[in-house]
């Protein structure tokens, strides 16, 4: 959080774990980085307050599908952060995704 911002938060009576954040940035709950997807949640990382965010589904937690795993191509999203390379990647390509099914769904001939 942007240091500027404390006045403002501080007046308002907004703390940082009022606003979304990702999960591994959450105030509240100590997050465990491990630098490879893995298919389980890692050291407590499930554990999320209701204003945590998915990194890699950008969505909150209450929305991610694979957040504590147990699909076997799909890792427990709740140990994703913005520090490991693959998990950027994944972010990318779930972004592509989800940009697709947009588009699909406003244009759903391909005509547009």
Do not use: I
């Amino acid at each position: 959080m942007h240091s500027h911002w404390l006045p403002c938060l501080h007046r308002t009576g907004l703390l940082p774990e009022h606003l979304p954040h990702q999960r591994a940035l959450c105030p509240l709950h100590p997050f465990h980085a491990a630098e490879r997807p893995v298919a389980a949640p890692a050291d407590g990382n499930e554990a999320a307050c209701p204003n945590c965010y998915c990194f890699a589904c950008d969505a909150p937690v209450s929305e991610c599908r694979h957040w504590r795993g147990g699909e076997p191509k799909a890792p427990a999203h709740c140990n994703a952060h913005a520090g490991s390379a693959e998990w950027r990647t994944q972010r990318s390509n779930a972004k592509r995704q989800r940009t697709r099914a947009a588009r699909a769904a406003r244009d759903p001939l391909g005509l547009g």
